[in-house]
């Protein structure tokens, strides 16, 4: 429903993690034993940082399904391993959702983009002004009726979507439309019941002969009018840092077309690769979905329509996080380079399936072949050179070598030598620049996450060598 929050809550109690881990279950052999042992130790790392119970993972590569994973317990009491078959709720990226329905009923001409929200919903505030565009890209103005990162009492009862709008879109809108990005449940609670109106269908029955039935997703339910099965995960919150309980349940009604999907993590996958190969809608409508819209000022938002467009180390990314009560999860989609994360876990108010999804992707991005691991192991050899003040001048150029002054040299061992041995050191990309190679690296120690990146020369020499912190 919410995004999910970027806090990461830390717990000094540790949980063993890895002892309930269940067996992987791939679809596709296509990754090595060593990338799959990094991929269950980030994923572990998260966990055992955070105490939440459990995490379910798919990863797309090339196209497809290549790792499916489950992690932790789903239940508690009585104690019961997570399985990849499990549904987790899916929140927020529901919202994705609406927004393709809204895409499918534009491309059949019974609405428009650009039509105002008039034209099926008269009587809300400022109708006639407000586009169903500024509804799916979160700049119409209306009022958040669910900002929170719990479920206040009200919500524990039932409710419509008209009364939604009684409430919440038949105020005063909190600014202009177009002139703020303002992020809003009540928008697409408004685009859902535009879905209804216009393909005189159930919003559910819609998305199911659309798009769940054709792309296979059988696994998909609707959890704003049942439960999760007692075969899913039980979701939990924490108050502070207590023990987890099981959540509460929004009453009926509240996550209606902005965050009532719950599904398993590969078939969320599977809708991740028909963005990819753009097999739901026509291309037209893909690139409505995944271009930043801008504001009447001409400032970006960073949001397409029900998903944010951002560029992360030089790659397109499209992604959402997800919250309701008891889940989170975290779904990004690079869909030029045909790779997508997904991370679904049973706790809420909490940031974990997005450092875990964020610490994935550059693992998937990293290149493996001979000369890369050559220049890994070369500039794993340079950073603790550095720790102790020094550096092989002759693997450097001219330029490089005078930056490694005296001076620089000394500041370098100051800042890295109480770091310690990297747990762990990655190449996460490269490109061309300048007519030079530049490789970037994570580095990750027990205290603090590095980036290094380099500028090699045709002739192998490294005309740059710079380190930086990240978190």
């Known amino acids: 429903m919410r995004k999910a929050s970027q806090a990461v809550l830390h717990s000094a109690t540790l949980i063993a993690i890895l002892a309930s881990t269940v067996a992987l279950a791939q679809t596709t052999p296509t990754l090595s034993s060593d990338l799959r042992q990094k991929i269950d130790q980030a994923v572990n790392d998260v966990l055992t940082d955070t105490d939440v119970p459990s995490a379910s ?13 489950a992690y932790g317990d789903a239940r508690l009491d009585p104690r019961k391993a997570a399985q990849p078959e499990m549904r987790y709720s899916i929140g927020s990226i529901s919202k994705q959702f609406t927004a393709a329905a809204i895409l ?16 099926f919903i008269p009587d809300l505030t400022r109708a006639n002004e407000v586009t169903i565009r500024q509804l799916l890209s979160h700049t119409s103005g ?17 409710i419509t979507a008209s009364r939604i709008l009684d409430l919440w879109a038949r105020k005063p809108l909190d600014f202009d439309p177009g002139t703020k990005w303002q992020y ?32 296979g997703m059988k696994s998909v339910i609707n959890t704003d009018q049942e439960k999760l099965s007692d075969s899913d995960p039980t979701g939990y919150m924490r108050y502070g840092l207590g023990p987890l309980r099981p959540a509460p349940k929004e009453g009926k009604g509240w996550l209606f077309a902005a965050g009532e999907l719950a599904m398993t993590a590969s078939d969320l996958a599977k809708w991740d690769i028909s963005i990819i190969n753009q097999q739901v809608l026509k291309p037209s409508s893909y690139k409505e979905f995944e271009t930043d819209e801008l504001l009447k000022s001409g400032v970006g938002t960073e949001y397409g329509l029900g998903v944010d467009v951002t560029l992360q180390s030089g790659r397109r990314v499209l992604e959402h996080g997800g919250e309701v009560s ?18 679904l876990t049973n706790q809420d108010a909490v940031g974990a399936p997005a450092t875990i999804a964020h610490n994935l992707a550059p693992l998937l991005f990293a290149v493996d072949d001979p000369e890369t691991n050559r220049k890994l192991d070369q500039a794993k050899k340079i950073l603790a050179g550095l720790q102790q003040g020094t550096i092989d001048r002759s693997l450097f150029t001219e330029n490089a070598n005078s930056y490694f002054s005296e001076q620089a040299l000394k500041d370098f061992a100051v800042g890295l030598a109480p770091l310690g041995t990297p747990q762990e050191f990655a190449q996460t990309r490269q490109r061309s ?18 980036q290094v990146w380099t500028y090699e020369t045709p002739d192998g020499k490294l005309e740059q060598y710079q380190v930086a912190a990240t978190e």
């Open 57 to 69: 993972v798919a990863i797309v590569k090339d196209g497809r399904i290549v790792y499916l994973q």
């Open 104 to 119: 499918l009923l534009q491309e059949r001409g019974k609405l428009s983009l650009d039509d105002k929200v008039a034209k």
């Open 142 to 158: 209306y009022q958040d009726f669910w900002p929170q990162d719990y479920v206040p009492p009200f919500m524990l009862q039932p």
């Open 184 to 215: 809003s449940n009540t928008n697409y609670v408004i685009a859902g019941v535009i879905v209804e109106k216009a393909s005189g269908k159930p919003m559910l029955d819609f998305l199911h002969q659309n798009i769940f039935d054709p792309l």
């Open 326 to 343: 008891g889940f989170t999860a975290q779904n990004m989609v690079f869909p030029d380079d045909h790779i997508a994360v997904v991370v």
């Open 433 to 450: 620049r300048g007519g030079m190679l530049l490789r970037v690296y994570r580095v990750k120690f027990a205290e603090k996450t590095l």
